[in-house]
């Protein structure tokens, strides 16, 4: 499929997000990304690699290792504190091809000249193995977010019924599930109910370019932000929603 897309489009870039990728939560397997990089060797076109949420494994497993290493002088991998530390922290991390190391950094500064120094300090400290805070504050988010995914799962279970046309994932990794419910519903337009009822969702649509692929029937969850109990209520409060529409 990317081959055709390449061939069709042309771009000089695609972006991929191969670890419990926004919104669907999927893990790309080691064959795939292997596949890919070939793809990208054979048509010499560049990939960014997002790597916001490959450190929020929920499950033994980490993520098999990243598109980058298959393809090093092809692929761009950018990382983020953003879901580790805080959002709107404005650090990440690069790690581009060789080439195009020093050119990186003089983009990056023609737009903000550098990062906010206390923002840099305050990662530093973090990720300083000496202090160890990173490898326990890690450990925190993984064992809080696999509580509530495993929450979300089972609410899920409990309130809809695939029998019904309904289909969730459960990720091994990061921050959301991704539902979809018979083709004739429609997340966008219940909406605001769902708001009313005291529920908030990303509509799937807002994933998608309009036009014929563009999916009406599907919707991001977070479970990250919520605690257990209040996702077995947000996820009863969306079934009584959804089966009002
Ligand atoms: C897919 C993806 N990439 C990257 C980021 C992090 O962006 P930033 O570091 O600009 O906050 C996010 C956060 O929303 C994201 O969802």
């Known amino acids: 499929m990317l081959d055709e897309a390449i061939k069709q489009y042309r771009p000089k870039l695609v972006s991929l997000m191969p670890d419990y990728q926004n919104p669907t939560g999927a893990l790309m397997p080691i064959s795939r990304r292997k596949e890919i990089a070939d793809c990208l060797q054979r048509h010499s076109v560049y990939a960014l690699e997002d790597g ?18 298959f393809a090093p002088n092809l ?14 922290m404005r650090i990440g991390g690069l790690v581009a091809p060789s080439a195009y190391v020093e050119k990186a ?9 550098q990062a906010s120094a206390i923002h840099q300090d305050v990662t530093a400290c973090f990720l300083d193995e000496r202090r160890g805070h990173m490898v326990s ?3 925190l988010l993984q064992d809080t977010y696999r509580v509530r995914r495993d929450a979300m799962a089972a609410a899920l279970d409990a309130h809809l019924s695939r029998d019904n046309g309904f289909n ?4 091994r990794g990061g921050m959301f599930v991704w539902l979809e419910g018979p083709s004739s519903l429609n997340f966008s337009e219940l909406f605001d109910t769902a708001l009313n009822n005291g529920v908030a969702y ?8 309009p036009g014929p692929m563009q999916l009406h029937n599907a919707a991001r969850l977070n479970f990250a932000s919520i605690p257990e109990q209040r996702i077995w209520e947000g996820i009863g409060r969306l079934a009584a929603t959804l089966a009002s529409g």
């Not at 950094?105 to 000249?113: G, L, Q, R």
């Not at 990303?202 to 370019?209: A, D, H, L, M, N």
């Open 202 to 209: 990303v509509p799937g649509s807002k994933f998608f370019e």
């Open 168 to 171: 969730w994932t459960v990720p």
């Open 105 to 113: 950094a003089e983009i990056k500064s023609t737009f903000n000249m």
């Open 137 to 139: 504050h890690l450990k």
């Open 52 to 69: 916001a949420y490959s450190h929020l494994s929920l499950d033994e497993r980490e993520p098999p290792a990243p598109l980058q290493s």
């Open 75 to 88: 692929v761009f991998y950018a990382t983020s504190v953003s879901k580790l530390l805080a959002p709107a």
